[in-house]
């Protein structure tokens, strides 16, 4: 018997882009023209912004600019969170998040709608995550840079900025994945930027998409020590349950986001206190590699972009409840990107069906 959609799309091509390439073979990720590994770290999250949406490494004054529009609609986000209604005190983060862009009203300039909900998705996660911690939230800094203004405002510390920053870069773009089709989807319509972006985060809340990165840290805690990985990832897959953050649709090598990750973790512990968080990770990793390669010869199952994920966003203060929404502040750059990327094509994107039904008789 058939069965409807089974093929999920892959290896079709929906889209030629000069946004981002994923190698799935090599490991490879290329966003904006260079290699992930070269921007992690070293550009602002403003100069990725600018590299996706203007197709150009930016200059000091094209930054400066962006740095100001985006602080400034951090302010003007922040003082519509009144009308939002009760949209942030929802328990789900995502569904707070989602609540909220939606009520944003796009701007008949791109350009500046793409700041708008840039900033907006920034402000909407921060202050639910001040809400769900029992405070009120933060003012945004409009003369701060946009990561370090995120942290502080979800945190109430920017102390580690630079690690999110390198997180908010590192997720930014990635190939026409399912939120990424989503927002082209409703781009292809003639829709408005806001309800592209509305039908991204829709997608990337599903645990297929966006995944579970708290899940991770749970994973963690259960293990425990360095010593007990082993033991304990043999009882998980014995008991025929999956080890979270190890394997990818598209890498058959491990996903370069988390090596990109991973050094950040590593360089953040340099600079302030060492934990033992990093270390258990990297055990734990190393015993889930050699135990599903025994399990499943004929599968690559390395770390996702999920495993290092938990393991910096936990370093840098931010509550597990909030990762996934914290992968959406920084890939609404990619989102945005894309929008406009459709909009240069203008044909609707309408792939057909076969119907595998019972027939009148």
Not at 51 to 64: F, H, I, K, T
Not at 87 to 112: F, I
Not at 306 to 318: N, Q, R
Request: hydrophobic share 45%.
């Amino acid at each position: 018997m058939e069965t409807v959609g089974a093929n999920g799309l892959e290896g079709v091509e929906v889209a030629r882009t000069a946004l981002s390439d994923v190698d799935g073979e090599r490991g490879r990720l290329v966003i904006a023209g260079h290699d992930v590994e070269a921007l992690a770290g070293r550009v602002s999250f403003e100069d990725t912004c600018l590299m996706l949406w203007d197709g150009a490494d930016p200059s000091p004054e094209a930054r400066d600019r962006l740095r100001t529009a985006l602080g400034a609609a951090r302010v003007r986000a922040f003082e519509a969170i009144p009308s939002l209604g009760r949209a942030l005190e929802t328990k789900d983060a995502m569904d707070a998040l989602r609540a909220a862009v939606a009520q944003l009203t796009a701007p008949a300039d791109e350009s500046e709608g793409r700041v708008l909900v840039t900033a907006g998705t920034a402000v909407f996660v921060a202050a639910w995550c001040r809400l769900h911690a029992g405070k009120p939230p933060l003012r945004p800094d409009a003369a701060s840079p946009h990561a370090a203004d995120y942290l502080r405002m979800a945190t109430g510390s920017g102390e580690h900025a630079a690690a999110l920053e390198s997180y908010l870069v590192t997720v930014s773009e990635h190939g026409m994945n399912a939120s990424t089709f989503a927002a082209r989807v409703v781009a292809s319509t003639g829709s408005d930027l806001v309800s592209a972006v509305v039908a991204a985060i829709g997608a990337l809340k599903g645990p297929l998409h966006g995944g579970a990165p708290g899940l991770v840290l749970e994973m963690l805690d259960a293990v425990g020590d360095p010593a007990r990985a082993a033991a304990w990832l043999e009882a998980e897959l014995g008991a025929g349950r999956r080890i979270m953050g190890m394997g990818h649709r598209i890498y058959r090598v491990r996903d370069p986001r988390a090596a990109v990750l991973e050094k950040a973790v590593e360089s953040l512990e340099r600079r302030s206190a060492p934990s033992s968080r990093l270390r258990l990770a990297r055990a734990v990793e190393k015993s889930a590699e050699e135990l599903l390669a025994k399990r499943h010869p004929e599968r690559a199952l390395r770390a996702n972009v999920e495993f290092y994920t938990a393991v910096l966003l936990e370093a840098v203060g931010l509550p597990r409840e909030a990762f996934t929404a914290t992968f959406a502040v920084g890939r609404v750059a990619g989102w945005s990107a894309h929008v406009a990327e459709h909009r240069r094509v203008g044909r609707l994107i309408r792939p057909s069906s076969r119907y595998v039904g019972p027939r009148p008789m």
